[in-house]
């Protein structure tokens, strides 16, 4: 197993992308925290899928906004595994579609603490215990090429997580890679509630690869950053959209 002996922490772990990338993750032998903020019923899922697989798996509540809710996360995880080796930084959401002219402060910021800050956070309080491993990303297509109508904050945001996964991985290497994915059209919640049933049909229409992308293909890529098959790659923002953007 790739990860055989491994911990990882997941955030946002209890649906979607997040939920399929712990038992990818736990599948090649992993254990796993799986962070969630009001998704109990997909984390509790998801560890009993690992457990049933044979797997090691906690569930554990937090807000990433808030520090003491971060340093609860790492410190069961390190409790319950003896450390951490990985970290996927997958918490994070658009919360609504707002222009600049209708977009008040606090959106905002409500918008940057949720997909920069939590990053941060989180990012800190792991690296306080690793002397190896990996650290991956969830940025966005939207980071790249500004996003859909609304979405200025979100993508500002993303493009931020981009940078500073170039940033990291500078400062952390050798021992520990920094990468990131950036997502296009997979077929989430995200998209069943800010993006129009219009908009994905044309997306399918359009893309190269005649499809929406699924949470297993995001789920794929993390587990390949995540382990020593990616062990030359460090700083990338790898984007993965069914050929509709190439960078």
């Known amino acids: 197993m790739?990860?055989?002996?491994?911990?990882?922490?997941?955030?946002?772990g209890g649906r979607d992308i997040g939920r399929a990338v712990a038992i990818k993750l736990a599948s090649e032998g992993a254990k796993v925290a799986i962070n969630y903020?009001?998704?109990?019923?997909?984390?509790?899922?998801?560890?009993?899928?690992?457990?049933?697989?044979?797997?090691?798996?906690?569930?554990v509540q937090g807000d990433l906004n808030n520090q003491a809710d971060v340093e609860t996360l790492v410190a069961a995880a390190v409790s319950e595994f003896g450390g951490v080796d990985i970290l996927v930084n997958n918490a994070g959401g658009l919360i609504a579609r707002k222009?600049?002219?209708e977009m008040k402060l606090e959106h905002w910021n409500a918008v940057m603490t949720l997909n920069l800050t939590s990053t941060f956070l989180m990012t800190k309080a792991c690296l306080e215990h690793m002397t190896s491993g990996a650290i991956v990303n969830l940025a966005s297509q939207a980071g790249r090429d500004g996003?859909?109508?609304?979405?200025?904050?979100?993508?500002?945001?993303?493009g931020?997580?981009?940078?500073?996964?170039?940033?990291?991985?500078k400062e952390v290497g050798p021992?520990?890679?920094?990468?990131?994915?950036?997502?296009?059209?997979?077929d989430t919640d995200f998209h069943?509630?800010?993006?129009p049933d219009a908009g994905r049909r044309g997306f399918e229409a359009n893309a190269p690869l005649k499809r929406q992308g699924h949470v297993d293909d995001a789920a794929n890529l993390v587990l390949f950053l995540a382990s020593d098959d990616s062990a030359f790659l460090t700083g990338t923002n790898i984007d993965i959209n069914g050929g509709m953007l190439f960078s």
């Not at 021992?175 to 997979?186: D, E, K, Q, Y």
Request: aromatic fraction near 2%; charge should be positive; glycine fraction near 14%.
């Open 192 to 195: 069943n509630v800010h993006t």
């Open 175 to 186: 021992h520990i890679r920094v990468n990131a994915l950036c997502p296009g059209m997979i």
């Open 37 to 59: 903020f009001s998704s109990s019923t997909g984390a509790d899922q998801a560890v009993a899928e690992i457990d049933a697989m044979g797997g090691k798996a906690i569930a």
């Open 160 to 169: 931020a997580v981009m940078t500073m996964t170039r940033g990291l991985a």
């Open 2 to 12: 790739k990860l055989a002996g491994k911990t990882a922490i997941v955030t946002g």
């Open 99 to 101: 222009t600049i002219a």
């Open 147 to 158: 996003g859909g109508p609304g979405a200025v904050a979100y993508a500002t945001s993303k």
